[in-house]
């Protein structure tokens, strides 16, 4: 037996490595409990604690930003009566789904995969990973690999370099890694952003501070809706759980579905019919302008506010909304360029994400490193010239789990029709000489324009094409073929025989 043949067989081998443990990774792992019940796998978490998102930000009022029935899992209803869940609730549910399909049991904590590579030779991946405190690095292997690992960094966020923050007295912190112990209690707080995260936290932490005054350079569409769904509560009430929950997840689909359309039709009626929104909570005498953004509705993506709090808390006088831009930070809080000064005894940077796909692992196919933006997208999930790798990412016009629930059961169709034509490797192929390249997403939020140039690009044509669209992509990943010419198919090379001793997970 060669030497490489030996190293192979001592490395643990399983069918599946799962890469994160958050809401689409359990997910994952429960799709193969399901559909591929003969297939081993592992999960391999970075952190301590499963949960992603939803364990990481610990930030007051973090919550959904879409329902929980199309949120949830389509196999796991959602039993809550609050349609827009908080994190907790959220967590809860990521964990007891994990516990109630025996997949917690399959998680390795503190795995930290740094490099993935792929050996067609063997026709396998190849994982390296850190693990414990001491760093230590361990190899597995795999036959397909599976990445739900979200899409930013978990180590930091993104913030401005703004002049004078080293002036500041008070205390500057950033959601994305909230201090337990911060007490903000008759505090003076100023929130720095308008996305979804500052849109939460407002109204949140006016519940127990002096004041909160939301700066923005620029506003964001501001969309109210209730906590609570009173038609999926009734059909809870009249029909079985799982026929209510599956009525639920469609009627909110379509309903999402149509509003985005419209909105992307004619812009100008749904900014009438936002705006006519802000003026029914607020009042005409309110100054319309931060509520009304440059960009037309989802250029970047619409900010829900349950039960409008947000907008009662500015007509309870305990929120102000400020548009402009800072000029320098100050000892006592923020002057900005419009000459207003903003007094502060905590100010919080809501300024968003780093975008980094698959925790920044390095990729290597036959010894070659991958180059992302060299790739074409291949039904939202896999990349052109990449054997036996999906990743799971969502829809940026709807929830996050109604793809990422799609890409689970593709894989699961994939491995099963695999094992029954004998193949052992699928690869994504670009075939069609007239496809054409254009960027991934179509969102101009400054998270993703900062980082556009690092992301694989999209085809003109299907499937390299990413609909954005539920509807369609079902179609597509749950009924369409899955030997479409464009994937390409292979058995077994006969050199992954040497290694055909590795163990079983």
Not at 114 to 142: F, N, Y
Not at 233 to 260: C, E, H, I, Q, S
Request: charge should be positive; include cysteine.
């Amino acid at each position: 037996m060669s030497h490489l043949a030996s190293t192979v067989a001592r490395v643990e081998h399983v069918d599946v490595i799962i890469v994160g443990a958050g809401l689409s990774g359990i997910g994952g792992a429960c799709h193969l409990r399901l559909e591929c019940p003969r297939k081993s796998f592992i999960i391999l978490e970075g952190r301590e604690t499963m949960g992603g998102t939803w364990d990481l930000f610990r930030y007051p009022g973090v919550r959904s930003d879409s329902d929980m029935y199309t949120l949830g899992y389509r196999f796991r209803p959602w039993r809550d009566p609050k349609a827009i869940a908080d994190g907790p609730a959220i967590l809860r549910y990521i964990r007891e789904t994990a516990a109630e399909y025996g997949v917690d049991k399959t998680i390795r904590y503190n795995h930290r995969v740094r490099r993935i590579s792929w050996s067609s030779d063997h026709a396998r991946w190849t994982v390296e990973a850190e693990t414990g405190p001491d760093k230590k690095m361990v190899q597995l292997t795999c036959n397909f690999l599976y990445l739900c690992t979200g899409y930013y960094q978990y180590e930091s966020g993104y913030t401005p370099e703004w002049p004078g923050v080293e002036r500041f007295r008070g205390t500057i912190v950033h959601p994305q890694k909230w201090p337990t112990n911060l007490d903000y209690t008759g505090k003076r707080v100023v929130v720095i952003g308008s996305g979804a995260t500052a849109i939460t936290l407002v109204p949140a932490m006016a519940e127990r501070a002096a004041h909160v005054t939301m700066l923005q350079r620029s506003p964001s569409y501001v969309v109210s809706r209730p906590a609570e769904d009173k038609i999926a509560n009734f059909f809870r009430r009249v029909l079985p759980d799982r026929a209510a929950y599956m009525l639920t997840r469609w009627k909110n689909v379509l309903a999402g579905a149509f509003f985005y359309n419209l909105a992307r039709k004619r812009p100008e009626l749904f900014k009438w019919m936002v705006a006519r929104g802000v003026r029914n909570q607020l009042g005409e005498q309110y100054d319309s302008r931060h509520f009304t953004p440059p960009y037309n509705p989802w250029d970047q993506r619409l900010c829900l506010v349950p039960d409008a709090d947000l907008f009662r808390a500015i007509r309870e006088g305990r929120v102000s909304v400020v548009t402009d831009h800072i000029d320098t930070f100050t000892e006592d809080g923020l002057l900005l360029k419009s000459g207003e000064r903003l007094e502060a005894d905590i100010i919080v940077t809501a300024t968003g994400l780093v975008l980094r796909l698959f925790s920044g692992m390095q990729l290597v196919v036959d010894g070659a490193p991958v180059d992302l933006p060299k790739t074409l997208v291949y039904k939202g999930m896999m990349f052109s010239d990449i054997p036996n790798l999906a990743f799971a990412v969502g829809y940026t016009n709807a929830s996050w789990t109604l793809k990422c629930d799609l890409a689970a059961e593709y894989v699961c169709r994939l491995l099963n029709h695999m094992d029954h034509r004998g193949y052992s490797i699928c690869t994504p192929r670009v075939n069609d000489a007239d496809i054409e390249e254009e960027p991934v997403i179509d969102f101009n939020s400054g998270y993703i324009l900062r980082s556009l140039h690092t992301l694989p690009r999209q085809g003109s044509k299907i499937p390299w094409r990413l609909h954005q669209n539920y509807v369609r992509d079902l179609s597509m990943m749950r009924y369409g073929r899955l030997e479409d010419g464009t994937m390409e198919f292979k058995s077994a090379p006969v050199a992954r025989r040497a290694g055909a001793g590795a163990s079983r997970g």
